[in-house]
Each structure stands twice: as structure tokens, then as C-alpha cells.
């Protein structure tokens, strides 16, 4: 009965230690949201020391990601809003406006009272609206340590004409469907019928011709077990039509579009050509292990189709002189060898054709095709691969990347920015690039940028030691208060040995990696949940020590 008993007390004390921890977490996690509404607020401050407008020519902006990229609904003009950039201490926002002239090739600086705080991963969208117009909705705060963030839900309008910031209205975001009136300035739910997409974030959305809406690809979280999720790469399509029956009504549709379409990735940019075809460029594949996450970056540019429900790989022809059309039998390797040299078939090999599209208005999209050995079909190569390979030009081209800013404007197309990861470092870019639609010849480099010339400072381990001290010591008088009436065990060895800490950690990780995750939100990545995790774990751990030590004098 006596070991019983003392099996019960110290399963008590064990539960009252998990409520006490939870519950410092909490206060901590309250105390850090006062923190960081704090230092948006005080931006704010400094923001509102604008009073007029002010227009400076200055230089390429900075490197950033996650910005926004408009083309200027009347102008031949590009407008960058935003952004963010870490050099590996600190992480940096911005709600700069800048404007750059596309005749000109020069960069403006625009600063103008009342802007909205400090953001990226916004959502932007022009208008032509009463001289032309920028929205910018939601969007994320990150602290400078790249711990904490603060995800907007405001709505702001620019008014391009005027220059002035006017914020609309916010309301709840859920994954639901809404419009929004330009004449009324109402919101209005949509309730649309069938099997819709699952939900999901980083997804293209577009307006199709046809007055439809697609939506394809994307990432989320899904439960595989218990306290344990894993990261899809979406790469289903689906229509959002206005339905028979009624104004105002929509229905759901799952299409299969033919053609060669993106491999599955998120972070990719989109933009509408002139003519309606959607286009996306780059994005990262992440492939996730239990501890580790690396992604593959792209530089390629796909193009959707919506009168034929059809995807292309574009391929840039490159100078007329260095056209070449090759049998997949003879191709060279890497190494110069073709493949039948390696051992390849001698039956007949198929016959791959190059194809020049001219649309409508003119643009010209180049693609290829496999017609068989029987002549009796042509079917797009399977192989997306093949078709980045073949995508030759003389020009210097965009590195990979993701989360770039894209935007079209006389059927050029524009991309600035985004960043891709380079071991433990992450390279964000400032150069900008253009390439005619109309011709797809090759890439133009409007602002150079050299990726190994940025600044990247390793952390300080030092840094983080006496964060943790500093944490350790908030709220410890209330700790000591508490540690008589709960009675722990000065010889547990989860308490007692700082060693053993690991195997503390181990046994109640799901419990720090659940709080971590609602504490930094569903968009982080997996390390950094597993460091804030680490840091919370193990400020309570350094708490419990200290309260022992005052217990047993």
C-alpha cells in the first residue's frame, strides 16, 4: 500500500508539474504577442511621422521575398510592395512602395502617410478603379529574431492616382470562398455546390476567360497519426463556374487538364498574360524527414491554357541560328555520349517534334511533342525534365527559386526576387529579369545581382544560451512560491541531472512540439518549431532545477 500511495503522489506531482509548465508557457506566449503588437505599433509610430508624399529616385531595391509584384493598371509601370529578408540573425520587414518604369529602367521610392504596417505573404491585386488601384490584404509580422509572427487579416486600398493609403475594413479569414465588391465595398460568402479543394495554402488562383476561377496545386498539413503530421504537395486543379439556376450561384469542378503539367511544388509566382494564359514560374519541392527538410528549387515557366484545358512547358528558342532539331535517339548526355552508345534500342525511336503555337494576339509558345514510330498519334512528352533541358538561350537566365514576384505588362514578363536555400543558408534576391512572350527567345537581366556577395551571419549559440537564461528567470519568484506544495522528488532524475534533460525531452517532445506549432503558426517550418520546442522545454527544465534547489534549502 505504502509504494502504491507513493506511485499516486508522485503521478500527482508529475501532473500539477505539466499544468504549471503549460500554464507559464501560456502566460510566456501571451507576454510575447503583447511583445510583438508592441513593436508593430511602434513602426506605426514612426510611420506616422509621414506627412506628405515623397517621391526619390533610387536604386534597385534590397533583396527580399514574399513581396508583392503589381503591374500598374494604366502606366507602364511595376509596383513592389513589402517584403521580408533574414541574413541569418535577424529578420527584417518592410512596407516600402516602390515604383519601377519600365521605358526608364529606373527604380522610385515612394513614401506615403498612413501606409499599412510592416508585412510579407500578402496577397496584392490591381484594378483600374478610379484611376487605377492596389489591394493589399493580410499577411505576416515576423519578430527580428525570426521567433514570433503576427498574421494580419486587414484590408488596404492604394489609390494610385492620388498616392494615399486607406484602409478599408477586416473581417475573420476561414477557408471559405468570398467576394468582394469594388462598388459597394461588401463582402459577400459564397456558397458553391460539389466537391471542392481540400485546404490548403500557396495555391494559383486565376480568372480564366470563361469567367471562371482555377485553383491547382498548393501545400498542407495531414494528420498520418497520432501528434504526428506530414506536408503535401498538391497538384489537383479545379474550377470554380458560375452555376445554371441563378445569379450569384457556383459549383465546384475537378478538371485533368492534358499536357505536361508543373511538378508538384509551393512557393511558386503566377501572373495572367495578355491573352489569358496563366502562368507560373519556380516554386521548392520540400522532401520531409522526421528531422531534417530540404527542397529542390525551379526556374521554370509553365503555361495554362483554359480555352483548351491544356498545360505547357514553355521553351525558349534562343537565337535563330543555334535552332536545332534532334531525334531522342541521338541526344547527347551529359558526358557526350548519345544513348545509343550507352546501350540503348535499335527498334525505331520515336520522333520528337518542335511545335510554334501563335495565339491570337501573337504569342508565340513553342512545343514539343513525341509522335510515334507508326504515325498514327503525336502525344506531349511525359518527361517535364526533357523540357527544361531543352530550354536553351544565350542570355543569363533566373536562377531557381521561390516565392518570386511576377507581373506582365505589354507581354513582358517580369520576375523580381525570391530566394532558395543553400545548405543552412538562405540567399534572398534582388535582381529583376523580363522575357518577351511574344518572341520567347530568351531572358533579359534588367538588375544583376551576385547571390554569393550577400551577407549571411551564423547564430550565435551564445545568443540563444542567454535568451534561455533570461526566460529561465521570468516569473521565478512565483515558481519558488509553488514548489513546497508540489513536492517534487529531488532525486527524479528527469529533475535532478541536468544530463538526463535529453531523455526529458524525448518523453514529452509531441507535448513542446504541439505548443511550439500554435505558437508560431501553421506556415513554419519544421526546424524552427523544433527549436522553439527545444527552448520552451528546456526553460521549464532549468525552472524546475532552480526550484528544487530552493525546495531542498
Same mark, same amino acid.
Do not use: N
Given at each position: 500500500m505504502g509504494k502504491k500511495g507513493k506511485k499516486e503522489k508522485k503521478g500527482r506531482g508529475a501532473e500539477k508539474t505539466a499544468a504549471k509548465m503549460e500554464k507559464k508557457v501560456s502566460k510566456r506566449s501571451r507576454k510575447e504577442e503583447e511583445d510583438l503588437e508592441a513593436l508593430i505599433a511602434h513602426f506605426q509610430t514612426l510611420d506616422a511621422k509621414k506627412t506628405q508624399v515623397t517621391e526619390t529616385p533610387c536604386p534597385p531595391p534590397s533583396p527580399r521575398l514574399n513581396a508583392s509584384l503589381s503591374a500598374h493598371p494604366e502606366k507602364d509601370e511595376l509596383i513592389l510592395f513589402g517584403g521580408e529578408y533574414f541574413n541569418g540573425q535577424k529578420t527584417f520587414m518592410y512596407n516600402e512602395l516602390y515604383i519601377y518604369s519600365i521605358r526608364k529602367d529606373t527604380w522610385t521610392k515612394v513614401d506615403i502617410p498612413g501606409p499599412p504596417p510592416r508585412r510579407c505573404a500578402h496577397q496584392a491585386v490591381v484594378v483600374p478603379q478610379g484611376g487605377g488601384q492596389l489591394w493589399v490584404f493580410g499577411g505576416e509580422f515576423a519578430s527580428p529574431d525570426g521567433e514570433q509572427f503576427y498574421h494580419y487579416k486587414d484590408l488596404w486600398v492604394l489609390h494610385l492616382a492620388t498616392k494615399t493609403w486607406e484602409q478599408i475594413r477586416d473581417y475573420i479569414y476561414y477557408s471559405d470562398v468570398y467576394t468582394f465588391?469594388?462598388?459597394?465595398?461588401?463582402?459577400?460568402?459564397?456558397?458553391?455546390?460539389?466537391?471542392?479543394?481540400?485546404?490548403?495554402?500557396?495555391?494559383? &488562383?486565376?480568372?480564366?476567360?470563361?469567367?471562371?476561377?482555377?485553383?491547382?496545386?498548393?501545400?498542407?498539413?495531414?494528420?498520418?497519426?497520432?501528434?504526428?503530421d506530414k506536408g503535401t504537395q498538391h497538384s489537383d486543379m479545379f474550377l470554380l463556374k458560375p452555376a445554371e439556376g441563378g445569379e450569384g450561384k457556383w459549383a465546384w469542378t475537378r478538371i485533368n487538364p492534358s499536357g505536361v503539367k508543373p511538378t508538384a511544388r509551393s512557393g511558386f509566382s503566377v501572373a495572367v498574360a495578355p491573352n489569358h494564359q496563366i502562368l507560373v514560374f519556380g516554386g521548392v519541392c520540400d522532401e520531409e524527414e522526421e528531422e531534417s527538410l530540404e527542397g529542390s528549387f525551379f526556374s521554370d515557366l509553365y503555361i495554362y491554357d483554359s480555352a483548351k484545358s491544356r498545360w505547357f512547358a514553355a521553351q525558349l528558342k534562343g537565337p535563330k541560328s543555334e535552332k536545332k532539331k534532334r531525334r531522342r535517339g541521338k541526344a547527347e548526355d551529359p558526358e557526350g555520349t548519345t544513348e545509343q552508345e550507352t546501350g540503348g534500342s535499335s527498334a525505331p525511336e520515336p520522333l520528337e517534334v518542335i511545335k510554334e503555337v501563335v495565339s491570337e494576339d501573337g504569342t508565340v509558345v513553342t512545343i514539343k511533342q513525341v509522335l510515334t514510330p507508326s504515325g498514327l498519334g503525336v502525344q506531349p512528352s511525359p518527361k517535364a525534365d526533357d523540357s527544361a533541358s531543352e530550354a536553351s538561350s544565350t542570355g543569363q537566365e533566373p536562377c531557381p527559386r521561390s516565392n518570386a514576384m511576377l507581373a506582365v505588362k505589354h507581354g513582358l514578363l517580369y520576375v523580381y526576387g525570391g530566394m532558395f536555400e543553400a545548405g543552412d543558408r538562405q540567399v534572398t534576391l534582388s535582381d529583376l529579369y523580363c522575357l518577351d512572350?511574344?518572341? &520567347?527567345?530568351?531572358?533579359?537581366?534588367?538588375?544583376? &545581382?551576385?547571390?554569393?556577395?550577400?551577407?549571411?551571419?551564423?547564430e550565435s549559440d551564445s545568443e540563444e544560451d542567454s535568451s534561455s537564461d533570461e526566460e529561465s528567470a521570468d516569473g521565478e519568484d512565483e515558481d519558488q512560491e509553488d514548489s513546497a506544495e508540489e513536492g517534487a522528488d529531488p532525486q527524479h532524475p528527469e529533475v535532478a541531472r541536468g544530463e538526463q534533460f535529453e531523455e526529458y525531452l524525448s518523453r514529452t517532445e509531441q507535448h513542446w512540439l504541439k505548443l511550439a506549432r500554435s505558437h508560431v503558426g501553421p506556415e513554419a517550418k519544421e526546424k524552427k518549431v523544433l527549436k522553439v520546442a527545444q527552448a520552451m522545454a528546456k526553460s521549464c527544465f532549468d525552472d524546475a532545477v532552480q526550484d528544487i534547489a530552493q525546495a531542498r534549502h
Open positions: 465588391s469594388l462598388d459597394t465595398f461588401q463582402w459577400s460568402k459564397l456558397s458553391p455546390s460539389g466537391p471542392g479543394p481540400t485546404p490548403r495554402s500557396g495555391c494559383l &488562383m486565376a480568372v480564366t476567360p470563361q469567367g471562371s476561377i482555377a485553383i491547382y496545386g498548393g501545400y498542407s498539413k495531414q494528420r498520418v497519426k497520432k501528434d504526428v512572350l511574344h518572341k &520567347m527567345e530568351e531572358w533579359k537581366t534588367l538588375v544583376e &545581382m551576385d547571390p554569393k556577395s550577400q551577407e549571411w551571419l551564423e
